[in-house]
């Protein structure tokens, strides 16, 4: 995958944004894409729900990380670093690919794009009580305009 940009943002909130068109309450979404993408550019939003318990005020720091897995290859790793939360967060990132390319030239019509998030704590004298509440994933092939043609992505069921 070629990266032409990437931009992000975190701020308080409990929901990962409706237009999503993938979403879970699972740490992970599983999508099939179809290899007629391949070599399309397109933009890539990915977001999670950090809960925090409501009892707890997070004072110390927390590390979020989004992996990115095509047909079994691990091809792209982002992280953002949350500190002293006083609310659940949202952290929502794009990727703008100027063309999405499978590794290794692997073209089988249907690709696997498995998006993982993950939250543990970095330091602080108590144990903050975070958790993964939601993630959500949303493509858009910029050659069809703003909305994606469903026919190229399916959820995987599980």
Not at 50 to 75: F, N, P, Q
Not at 126 to 154: F, M, N, P
Request: charged share 20%; glycine share 6%.
């Amino acid at each position: 995958m070629l990266q032409e940009s990437h931009c992000e943002a975190a701020f308080p909130g409990g929901e990962v944004p409706d237009w999503f068109d993938y979403h879970s309450t699972n740490s992970s979404i599983s999508l099939e894409v179809a290899s007629r993408l391949c070599g399309k550019p397109v933009d890539c939003f990915f977001g999670a729900v950090v809960e925090l318990d409501k009892a707890a005020k997070a004072t110390g720091m927390l590390h979020c990380g989004c992996e990115i897995v095509i047909s079994d290859h691990r091809t792209w790793f982002l992280e953002k670093y949350l500190g002293s939360l006083e609310s659940s967060h949202v952290w929502l990132t794009k990727i703008k690919f100027n063309c999405l390319t499978w590794p290794f030239n692997n073209m089988r019509y249907w690709n696997n794009f498995e998006v993982s998030f993950r939250i543990s704590q970095v330091s602080s004298k108590e144990k903050l009580k975070a958790t993964l509440k939601s993630c959500g994933l949303h493509i858009i092939c910029k050659q069809q305009g703003y909305q994606i043609d469903q026919t190229l992505v399916r959820k995987c069921v599980g």
